[in-house]
């Protein structure tokens, strides 16, 4: 009676912090025989330092038990009968998979027998193609600690997305799925992870990458699952700090191709990060609390492209988790957890910035939210609910001004360079993008003698993405387009209204919000039942099904998303041996990705701007040419341009718009969009090795059909716009025709003992990613196929404008971006007792082959005076002036090879129950220096820019449907090219870096020195 005051207090602190994330768990299975015969009737106890008191059941008709929705850890496991020997095990379960631990127990002896051995690696015990890393091997090795470091240790795994995002198995970046504690982190727009975990809190990773249950859905990557500590009965706690110095990292090689300028010169300063943890019991096997805390102020240098000029990115950041697990009684608990991220930087980018005028501030807080429910109402029957909410907003990110001089973005026509003022408006509303989600499931385990035993798992989870955002893409809703000039540090603009591939050099785009946002809620509701059937000692299932039913409103609370999905998975194993040392797998399954935001929400005229894109054909300004003292300064040429535009009609003049894109009247949802599937097959092969070693090998199949598109032809009609411009409609849709994603890969991983205190592990890929289909974009996120952003202005694919489009090289099949042959993580671990302590020496080598780049260029195939024999317009309000021309087969052209040797030392001293510690990584020790990446998180870091008519007027304009296209050599003059009647040409300096981000990590130096109790 003097615990249920104390009870009801856990409880109404539960439900205060309203915490709770899905905690996700781990399953044990098993079968106890006795001279190899089943042994039903067996009590089967289960204890471990990160679970509240223990948990029993009894093995079944066919000797098999299961123990679902157990926290991960190390376990005891004991085996009792009465007339026979107790048997205890050891086995350490494994986030989101399942271990096994058979036991064979005897009659007893007049002395009690314990047998103590380990259980088989979980990674064979199912046919999902899994990886799983603790904080130990993690702390061990010289890797970030963040969710994405951890990923990228893994197989099928490549940060080849736009901005450096995480791709696993071929499928688009913003295609994975990302949990916390069960919390849905993926940031709304791009699907990336976000940074919402304290690295000394995270318990263990694990990556489902294949064969994955039907529990889980909303993804066609893979699902990367990370649980943080949660106490116990003992006090546990670190406190550490990490250095880290931006003149401790080398510079790379570096240098600008046009100028010649090198890296900015790294300031020298320490930056600390500081993390807490501690955890414990409040009441011993009924109250644990777990607090963690996290704060970083960091200064690191960087340098704009173009001016090269240094400046100093900073950040100041505090994170903080509170989670409190407790047993209503011995069958019912509660875990609450709750994590708060505060996040303010100075001296920011978006984009590929010229001068220091386009740098930005911004905080992006971020509030985490969850409760969980565990029931075991019988020993067969189990129970879960959980609810979790994610807040993440965005608070200023752009432009400080929004009058026409400084607020008005600058954009270079060849390049995409930006300058002159931040993109986005900093001073307008918040953007927000949450999330939340209810979940409720039941698993029931069934024992037989005749068909083997059955751990059926069913439930139901309701998901919904949130956004207000009014989208805002400058300071004064206007960019001008010119050529940069960089002159004695200063950024000057030359704007030339002579025409080039049909419409002036230099142009006006205009971006207003036709209405503020509503909120859109794009919600997933999904029911999946799973069975995992063991049938005897060779054969074991994995069967499933999940049902998705997708339904969405935009931002103006109009409905566009309206459909649903069936997702069948089935996997089976068939264990050669029947003890568990042979095993082969194989799996079908359908993954249905989640709504993407952007396309769903792109004819909606709340939050979403419109596109308007003027021809300038005021007086040139600063010609190519110009010596440096007579060039205008920049305000001044706005100053001017603006006084031209104003004076010749302004937006309101329609004749001067040669694009234009405005949601509800350029484009429309034809009907209601479906979510884009993969359909996916794997074989695998397991085999356990001694010494607790084994070597897994996968072949992964995947296929991807309706895709997001935009077809715009003669058939889809056209529109007036509010100014009563008359416009083409597109018609957004799925589609399949004549596009294509696969990814084949064959990967290994495993790990051994070479001798008693050296392991060696690893991983390696062979992959090939082909296709037509990329939708997406560094700064567009998810995009639709028929138009692509490149320096700003849509470039036309097919299904746009066919009459223009419908030829081999504007669309090809060929090698994406994130292609990228082989792979490989190789890792050598040696442990040793040391003089006062532990010494842990760890080597990690990486190399990966080189990734994709493009020949890519725009041209404009309309008949006109320049080319006679060009396409005749059939009747389009505004026939398409740039379309894209592949000029070399696609992914053809690779950057560097990269390899990376890089080493770690951990070397700790117990006190009584202190250990202090201290770790140094080296990242690179061989300071290799390859070309690794063609684009970041700034757009293109490697020069791909091809000249055509478009963008160089002495190159001959082409019929991409009856002419060969001849290229001027690389380098020569342009009265050169003009005279061989050439049509296009590479970039002087094409395929070289123009910015230092283009390079491998040089080598770099980190430590960190605290204490663990």
């Given at each position: ?9 856990c ?5 205060v ?9 781990a ?6 025989t006795?001279?190899?015969k089943?042994?039903?009737?067996v009590?089967?106890t ?34 009792d ?17 399942t ?7 005897a009659?007893?002896?007049v002395?009690?027998?314990i ?6 690696p ?9 990886t799983?890393?603790?904080?130990k ?5 010289p890797v970030?600690r963040?969710?994405?470091g951890r990923v ?12 450096n ?16 504690n ?9 699907g ?6 304290i ?10 990458t294949g ?43 570096f240098k600008?191709?046009?100028s ?9 300063k ?22 963690a805390?996290r ?7 960087n ?12 950040a100041?950041?505090?994170?903080y988790?509170?989670k409190?697990?407790g ?17 303010n930087?100075?001296?920011?980018k ?32 189990l ?27 600058l ?16 001073v307008c509303a918040?953007?927000?993008r949450?999330?939340?989600?209810a ?9 037989t ?9 069913a ?21 001008l387009?010119g ?40 919600g997933?509701?999904s ?8 049938f ?6 994995n069967?499933?099904?999940?049902y998705?039913?997708?339904d ?28 568990g040392?042979?095993?082969i797998?194989a ?18 005229t709340?939050?979403?701007?419109s596109?308007y ?12 040419g ?19 535009f ?18 509800g ?34 072949i992964i ?8 598109v ?11 716009t ?7 409609v597109?018609?957004?849709?799925n ?12 990967q290994?991983q ?6 008693q ?10 992959a ?5 289909v ?22 036309f694919?097919?299904p746009?404008y ?9 669309n ?13 993580n190789?890792?050598l ?6 003089p ?12 990966h ?6 020949a ?15 396409v005749?317009?059939p009747?389009?309000?505004?026939p398409?002036?740039?379309v ?16 990376e ?7 700790s ?14 990242i690179?020790?061989?300071?290799n220096?390859?070309v690794?990446q ?14 055509t008519n ?20 690389k380098g ?20 070289k ?21």
């Open positions: 009676m003097q615990l249920r005051p104390r009870n009801l207090l409880l109404a602190m539960l439900l912090s309203i915490s709770a994330f899905a905690q996700t768990t399953t044990l299975t098993g079968t106890v006795t001279d190899g089943p042994l039903p009737g009590t089967v289960v204890s471990s330092p990160n679970l509240q008191g223990t948990r029993t059941t009894i093995s079944g008709a066919n000797g098999d038990y299961i123990f679902p929705s157990l926290p991960p850890g190390p376990y005891q496991v004991a085996f009968l009465e007339g026979m020997q107790r048997v205890t095990k050891k086995a350490t379960l494994r986030l989101a998979e271990s096994r631990v058979d036991a064979e127990v009659v007893s002896k002395s009690e027998a047998t103590v051995t380990a259980a088989a979980s990674v064979l015990e199912t046919p999902q193609v899994s799983n890393f603790d904080a091997q993690i702390e061990s090795l970030d963040n969710i994405q990228l240790l893994a197989p099928g795994v490549t940060n080849t997305g736009p901005n995002q995480i791709v696993i198995h071929g499928a688009q970046s913003f295609d994975n799925l990302y949990l916390v069960g919390v849905v982190v993926n940031e709304n727009v791009r990336q992870p976000q940074a919402a975990v690295e000394d809190a995270i318990q263990e990773t694990t990556l489902l064969g994955v249950s039907a529990e889980y859905g909303r993804f066609t990557g893979g699902v990367v699952s990370t649980i943080t500590k949660s106490g116990g009965n003992e006090f546990t706690g670190s406190v550490r700090d990490g250095l880290s110095n931006d003149k401790w990292i080398s510079k790379t090689a600008d191709p046009v010649g300028v090198p890296e900015a010169n790294h300031i020298s320490v930056n600390p990060i500081y993390e807490e943890t501690v955890g414990g019991r409040i009441i011993r096997d009924r109250l644990w609390f777990f607090l805390g704060q970083a102020k960091t200064s690191f240098s340098q704009t492209v173009g001016l090269n000029l240094p400046y100093t990115t900073t100041n950041e505090s994170r988790e509170a409190l697990t047993n209503i009684t011995s069958k019912h608990s509660l875990i609450g957890s709750y994590l708060k991220v505060k996040n930087q100075s001296g920011t978006f984009g590929n910035i010229a001068d220091l005028a386009s740098l930005r501030s911004v905080s992006n807080p971020i509030s985490l939210y969850a409760l969980h429910y565990n029931g075991v109402i019988t020993n067969s029957l129970v879960e609910a959980q609810w979790s909410k994610k807040d993440f907003s965005i608070v200023g990110g752009g432009a400080p001004f929004r009058d026409e001089i400084k607020g008005t973005l954009r270079d026509i060849s390049t995409g360079f930006r300058g002159w003022s931040p993109t986005f408006c900093g918040p953007k927000e949450d999330n939340k989600d979940l409720v499931k039941a698993s029931y385990f069934l024992s003698k005749a068909t083997g035993s059955h751990n059926l798992t439930g139901v989870d309701d998901f919904h993405q949130l956004r207000k955002e009014d989208n805002y893409q400058s300071g004064s809703d206007f960019r387009f050529d940069f000039i960089y002159s004695g540090g200063t950024l000057f603009l030359h704007l030339d209204p002579n025409k080039s591939g049909g419409v002036s050099r230099s142009h006006w785009e205009w971006d207003p919000l036709l209405g503020t946002s509503q909120v859109s809620d794009f997933t509701k029911a999946f039942i799973n069975d995992k059937w063991d005897n000692q060779h054969w074991s299932f069967a499933g099904v999940r998705d039913k997708n969405g409103e935009n931002q103006t609370h109009v409905k566009t998303v309206s459909d649903s999905r069936v997702s069948p998975r089935i996997g089976g194993i068939f264990d050669v041996t029947g003890n040392k042979h095993r797998s799996n079908y399954g359908r993954y249905v990705a989640m709504i993407s935001q952007r396309p769903a929400d792109s004819t909606s709340g939050g979403r701007y596109t894109q003027f021809q300038y054909l005021g007086p040139e300004i600063n010609p190519i110009t010596p440096a003292a007579q060039l205008v300064p920049t305000e001044e040429v706005i100053r001017r341009a603006f006084q031209w104003h004076d010749n009609g302004f937006t309101g003049n329609n004749s001067l718009i040669y694009s234009l894109a405005i949601p009247f350029t484009e429309k949802i034809q009907g209601k969009l479906k979510s884009p599937y993969m359909d996916e097959l794997t074989a695998g092969y397991g085999v356990q090795l001694p010494r607790n070693s084994y070597l897994r090998a996968d199949h995947r296929k991807w059909s309706d895709f997001y935009t077809r715009r032809d003669t058939t889809t009609g056209q529109n007036t509010p100014t009563g411009a008359k416009v083409d597109g018609f957004i849709e589609s399949s025709g004549d596009l294509s994603r696969k990814y084949n890969a064959v290994l495993g790990q051994t003992k070479l001798i205190r050296v392991t060696l592990g690893g991983n390696y890929t062979y090939k990613l082909r296709g037509n990329e939708n997406e974009e560094f700064n567009n996120a998810t995009v639709t196929i028929g138009a692509i952003g490149t320096t700003g202005s849509n470039v694919q097919m746009e066919p009459e223009y489009t419908n030829y081999a090289q504007n090809p099949v060929g090698y994406l971006p994130a292609d990228i042959r082989h792979r490989a190789v890792w671990q040696y442990s040793s007792p040391f006062l302590g532990n010494l842990d020496l760890s080597l990690l080598q990486r190399y082959s080189g990734i994709p780049y493009y890519f260029g725009v041209i404009n195939p309309g008949k006109s005076t320049a080319l006679p024999n060009g005749t317009n009747g389009y309000a505004l398409p002036t740039q894209a021309y592949f000029f070399a087969p696609r992914g053809d052209l690779r950057l560097d090879s990269i390899k040797t890089s080493f770690t030392v951990n070397y001293v117990p006190i009584t129950r202190v250990s202090l510690f201290f770790k140094g990584d080296v690179n020790l061989f300071n220096q390859g690794e063609a684009a970041t998180s700034a757009g293109n870091v490697v020069q791909q820019r091809v000249f478009f963008n160089r007027s002495t190159l001959k304009p082409f019929n991409p449907f009856t002419d060969t296209p001849k290229e001027c050599p020569t003059a342009a009265a050169d090219c003009a005279a061989m009647g050439a049509n296009w040409q590479l970039d002087p300096n094409f395929g870096a123009t910015n230092k981000d283009a390079y491998q990590i040089p080598r770099t130096y980190r430590f960190a020195v605290g204490v663990r109790f």
